[in-house]
Nanobody, 121 residues
Framework: QVQLVESGGGLVQAGGSLRLSCAAS????????MGWFRQTPRKEREFVAR????????AYADSVKGRFTISKDNAKNTVYLQMNSLKPEDTAVYYC??????????????WGQGTQVTVSA
């Protein structure tokens, strides 16, 4: 089992920044990919970014490229999502996930509880 706990969400004005954290524990993670997804009431859960735990390779959704950065701290078993130049359309509940990877939610077996990010215009 893998447990994931997100933190760092909140309310920010458009153009501002937030950093989300995902602390992982349990039967981790060296063989997993870690991903960030987001969801709003009107949309299905969508891919934001992912990072390969062992190698560090990353991938991003087109909508966040150049604004968001995913990173990790292996010693702390923590993954981060630095979000800059935030837009109102980035408003969503953000979820951390661990699994075999990819851009689709079924590729991830473990999920955090989510953290709300709200960007005001």
């Amino acid at each position: 089992q893998v447990q994931l706990v997100e933190s760092g969400g909140g309310l920010v004005q458009a153009g501002g920044s937030l950093r989300l954290s995902c602390a992982a524990s349990g039967r981790i993670v060296s063989f997993y990919n870690m991903g960030w997804f987001r969801q709003t009431p009107r949309k299905e859960r969508e891919f934001v970014a992912r990072i390969i735990w062992s190698g560090g390779g990353t991938a991003y959704a087109d909508s966040v490229k150049g604004r968001f950065t995913i990173s990790k701290d292996n010693a702390k078993n923590t993954v981060y999502l630095q979000m800059n130049s935030l837009k109102p359309e980035d408003t969503a509940v953000y979820y951390c996930a661990a699994g075999l990877g990819g851009a689709a939610p079924p590729g991830y077996a473990y999920w955090g509880q989510g953290t709300q990010v709200t960007v005001s215009a």
